[in-house]
C-alpha cells in the first residue's frame, strides 16, 4: 500500500473514503438490527435480553469494521454489508411487530 | 499477591528458557528437547499455581483480577529485565519459585 | 486493496491508529490519572482537613444541612465519606427544574457539617471528566470518545492479527537496536498489557451502550426506555408527592438497619425522594468499591417516614453481572493501594503503545525523505502534533498543577482559571512545536515539563502551609504521595530528554550515520 500522501489517484481516495463511510455508519446500523434480533431471540428476561445484546453489539460492530476494509473492494464492503444488513432487518421488523398486542 | 507474582515471575522464565533463542541468551546453549518439555511443564504449572493461590487468598472475582494483573506485571518485569541482566533474570526465577511458595504458604 | 487479509489488517491499523492517536492519546493519560483522582483531588484542596472518616455522624450532618438548605427539593444524594474521598458530599435538585442542570452541589465537612472552606477546584475530577466528555458540551464529548474507543479496538484487534510472530517474540525485547527496538517495545507492551488493553476499551463501551445502542431497548420496551431503567436500576421510578408533610425519619438510624445487609461492607450513598412529604423514600446503596462487578441492585429502599423496609436488596441476573463487571474492572473503585498503582502503570502502558505508534508512524516515513532534506507538509504536520499531543498534554497538565498552586485560593473563578491554564499551555506547546522543529522541541517541551513536575513539591512548600515537611509529619501520605509522584514524573521525563539528546547528537555525526553499530553507551 502507498505510503507516498501526495502521489495516490483520487479514485483510490473515494475507495478509501468509501470503506470508511460504510464502516462508520454501514456497521452501526449492522450492529443495531443485530442488538434488535438478539434481544428478540435469547431466552431470557427482556432486561436481561436487552443488556446483553448491547454488549455483544460492539463485536458485530467491530467485525462489520474489519470486513469493510478486509474486502477486495469498496462496493464489496457495502455488499458484504447490506446483504446481512437486510436480513436483519427483516427478521428484526418480524420479530418486532409479531409481539404487538 | 506477593506469592502469585514471584510464582508467575518463575513461570515465564521458565516458558521462556523453553524458546531457542532465549535460552541461548541466558545459558549460552540451546535445549534439549526433553528439556524444552520440562521447563514448558514447569513453567505452565507454576502459571497454574499462581492463579490457584490467587483464588484461594481472594475468591474467583478478586482472584482473577489479581492473577491477571499480577501476570501482566511478571511478565513485563521479565522482558524488562531480560536484555539487560539475563543473569539477573534467571536467578530471581529460581528463587521466586523458594519465595514464592514461602510466601504462600505464609499467605501474603 | 488486492493484496492480503493481514496487509489489508496491517493498513487499517496504521491509518487508524494515526487518525486517532492523538485523541487517543489525551484520553489514555488523563483516564490512567484518573485512578488517583481522589487523591489528585486532596492535593488539589490541600485545606479541606483530613479527618477520621465516620460515614454514620456524617450522615447524620448531612440531613441536618439538607433539611435547612434544600427542604423543598423532591431529591437529595447524599455521597458518604471512604478513606480514599474524605468529603462528605450532598446533592440536591431544584424543584422549579428538570434534567441536567437542575442539580446543586456542596461539600461539606464530615464533622462539622458545615460547607467545606477550601479553595476552589475540579482537582482530580478534571482529568477524570475530560477522559470521556473531552470538555464538549453533553453529549458530544461522550460520543467522540466512545468513538475513539471502537478505533481503539479497531487497532488493537488488528495489531494482533497483523502481529504474526506473537507467541515467538511474545519474550523478545532488543534495546539500543533505533527503529527495531521501538516496534519490539510497541509490541512488548501491546502484548504482555493486552488483558488490561481490551477490558479497558471494550468497558468503556459497555459503559455507554444504553447512549450508544439504545435499538434494542426501543424494541423491547416500545420506546419506553424509563421502564428499562426501573428494572435495572431499583427505586428510579418517580414517586407522586402526596401533598402531605410529614417528617423525614432520621437517616443514621436507619444507616445500621441498611448496613446489616452488607455485614462486611460499606454504604456508597443515600437517595431520598420527597423529603418532607408522606411519601418519601429513602434508599442506601452500598458502596461500588466493595465488590468487583458493580450491582445497581444492591440497594435497600426504606419508607420515609416509617422506616419499614419497602424493597430489599436484589440479586442480579448474569447479564447484568457481566455489565457491571465490565463497569467495575474500567473503574477499579475495588483496587486496594498495590492494585491501584498496577491499574495505573498498566494505563500507562495503554499510553506508551499508542505514543511508540505514533512515534513509529513518523519515524519510518521520515527516513524516506531524510536525504532530501525536504519534509513534505503532511509529515510536519503529524512532528507537530506528536509534539503537541505528547509533550504538550504532559506539560498542560503540569500547568494545571501550577495554576492551582499559584492562583490565590480565595479567587472565586479559580477552579475555571485552572483549566484554562490546562488549554492555554496545551496551545502554546503547538505554536511552540510548529515553530521549532523536530527533536529540539521535543526536549524543550519535555525538559520544561520536567522541571514542572519535578518543581512541584517545592512549589507546594511556598505556596501553602501544607509542603512536604507538614504533610510528612501530619501522616498526610496522600498529599506527600502527589508532590512525590510529581518528582519522581520529573526524574523519569529529564532522563528521557537525556537519551533524546544523546540520541540526536550520536545521529548529528555524518559518519556514523550509514549502518549503526551499537554504541556502547546506548546499552545501559
Not at chain 3, 42 to 64: C, F, G, K, N, Y
Not at chain 3, 358 to 365: A, E, Q, S
Not at chain 3, 373 to 391: C, I, Q, W
Request: hydrophobic fraction near 50%.
Amino acid at each position: 500500500m502507498r505510503s507516498r500522501i501526495g502521489e495516490v489517484s483520487t479514485s483510490y481516495r473515494w475507495a478509501v473514503a468509501s470503506r470508511v463511510v460504510a464502516a462508520v455508519f454501514g456497521g452501526y446500523v449492522l450492529a443495531a438490527l443485530a442488538s434488535v434480533c438478539i434481544a428478540w431471540l435469547l431466552p431470557m428476561a427482556r432486561g436481561e435480553a436487552v443488556v446483553s445484546a448491547m454488549m455483544l453489539s460492539f463485536l458485530v460492530y467491530l467485525v462489520a469494521v474489519l470486513w469493510c476494509f478486509a474486502s477486495h473492494s469498496a462496493s464489496r464492503a457495502w455488499v458484504g454489508l447490506a446483504i446481512p444488513g437486510l436480513v436483519l432487518a427483516a427478521l428484526a421488523g418480524l420479530l418486532h411487530w409479531q409481539h404487538l398486542p | 499477591m506477593l506469592s502469585a507474582g514471584l510464582l508467575s515471575y518463575a513461570g515465564f522464565s521458565a516458558l521462556c528458557l523453553a524458546m531457542d533463542r532465549h535460552h541461548q541468551e541466558m545459558l549460552g546453549r540451546r535445549p534439549s528437547p526433553s528439556r524444552k518439555v520440562q521447563l514448558r511443564v514447569a513453567g505452565w504449572a507454576l502459571l497454574g499455581l499462581s492463579l490457584w493461590i490467587s483464588v484461594i487468598s481472594a475468591g474467583w472475582a478478586m482472584g482473577l483480577v489479581r492473577w491477571t494483573a499480577v501476570l501482566m506485571s511478571s511478565a513485563v518485569f521479565l522482558v524488562w529485565l531480560l536484555p539487560y541482566r539475563p543473569r539477573w533474570a534467571l536467578v530471581l526465577a529460581a528463587v521466586g519459585v523458594l519465595l514464592g511458595l514461602l510466601a504462600a504458604v505464609a499467605r501474603w | 486493496m488486492r493484496e492480503g487479509f493481514r496487509q489489508a489488517m496491517a493498513w487499517l491499523h496504521t491509518w487508524a491508529g494515526l487518525v486517532f492517536g492523538w485523541l487517543l492519546f489525551a484520553i489514555f493519560l488523563t483516564g490512567t490519572l484518573s485512578y488517583f483522582k481522589d487523591e489528585i483531588s486532596h492535593w488539589a484542596q490541600p485545606e479541606i482537613p483530613v479527618r477520621v472518616v465516620d460515614a454514620q455522624a456524617s450522615l447524620a450532618q448531612a440531613q441536618t444541612y439538607l433539611e435547612a438548605n434544600a427542604g423543598n427539593s423532591p431529591r437529595w444524594f447524599i455521597s458518604l465519606p471512604d478513606a480514599r474521598e474524605p468529603a462528605l458530599s450532598v446533592m440536591w435538585q431544584d424543584p422549579n427544574k428538570r434534567g441536567r442542570g437542575a442539580f446543586t452541589r456542596h461539600t461539606l465537612d464530615p464533622q462539622t457539617g458545615q460547607r467545606v472552606e477550601a479553595r476552589d477546584s475540579r482537582g482530580g475530577d478534571f482529568f477524570y471528566r475530560f477522559h470521556y466528555e473531552l470538555q464538549m458540551g453533553y453529549p458530544w464529548g461522550r460520543w467522540l470518545s466512545s468513538l475513539a474507543a471502537l478505533v481503539m479496538l479497531v487497532t488493537l484487534v488488528t495489531g494482533i492479527i497483523t502481529h504474526k510472530k506473537i507467541f515467538k517474540e511474545f519474550f523478545t525485547f532488543r534495546p539500543g537496536k533505533g527503529s527495531r527496538s521501538w516496534l519490539d517495545g510497541h509490541n512488548a507492551i501491546g502484548v504482555l498489557v493486552l488483558p488490561f488493553h481490551l477490558m479497558i476499551t471494550y468497558s468503556s463501551l459497555v459503559i455507554f451502550m444504553t447512549m450508544l445502542m439504545p435499538a434494542s431497548i426501543n424494541s423491547r420496551y416500545d420506546g419506553d426506555t424509563q421502564a428499562f431503567f426501573s428494572e435495572i436500576y431499583p427505586g428510579n421510578q418517580r414517586l407522586a408527592a402526596a401533598g402531605q408533610p410529614a417528617p423525614l425519619v432520621n437517616l443514621a438510624v436507619l444507616y445500621d438497619r441498611a448496613l446489616q445487609q452488607w455485614p462486611d461492607g460499606r454504604i456508597g450513598r443515600v437517595s431520598v425522594q420527597l423529603p418532607g412529604d408522606a411519601n418519601a423514600q429513602v434508599q442506601f446503596s452500598r458502596h461500588n468499591g466493595d465488590t468487583v462487578s458493580r450491582d445497581p441492585g444492591a440497594a435497600i429502599t426504606f419508607a420515609g417516614t416509617t422506616g419499614a423496609v419497602l424493597e430489599l436488596p436484589r440479586d442480579s441476573a448474569a447479564p447484568m453481572v457481566v455489565a457491571g463487571t465490565f463497569y467495575g474492572l474500567h473503574m477499579g473503585l475495588f483496587a486496594g493501594p498495590v492494585l491501584r498503582w498496577l491499574y495505573f502503570f498498566c494505563g500507562l502502558g495503554s499510553t506508551l503503545l499508542i505514543g511508540t505508534g505514533l512515534v513509529m508512524w513518523l519515524g519510518k516515513r521520515q527516513l524516506k525523505h531524510a536525504r532530501s532534506g525536504v519534509r513534505p507538509f503532511e509529515l510536519r504536520l503529524v512532528d507537530v502534533l506528536n509534539v503537541a499531543g505528547m509533550a504538550g498534554l504532559v506539560l498542560a497538565i503540569a500547568g494545571f498543577m501550577w495554576a492551582n498552586r499559584l492562583l490565590p485560593a480565595t479567587y472565586p473563578e479559580r477552579a475555571g482559571l485552572e483549566v484554562d491554564s490546562f488549554f492555554l499551555v496545551w496551545l502554546l506547546s503547538i505554536v511552540h512545536a510548529a515553530v521549532r522543529s523536530g527533536s529540539k522541541a521535543w526536549v524543550e517541551q519535555l525538559s520544561l515539563a520536567a522541571i514542572a513536575l519535578a518543581g512541584l513539591p517545592l512549589l507546594s512548600l511556598l505556596t501553602t502551609d501544607h509542603g512536604l515537611p507538614v504533610s510528612i509529619a501530619a501522616g498526610d501520605w496522600v498529599l506527600a504521595g502527589v508532590d512525590f509522584s510529581a518528582l519522581g514524573c520529573g526524574l523519569v521525563l529529564a532522563w528521557v530528554v537525556v537519551k533524546i539528546r544523546r540520541r540526536a547528537a550520536l545521529a548529528a555525526l555524518p559518519a556514523m550515520r550509514a549502518a549503526r553499530p551499537v554504541m556502547p553507551n546506548e546499552v545501559h
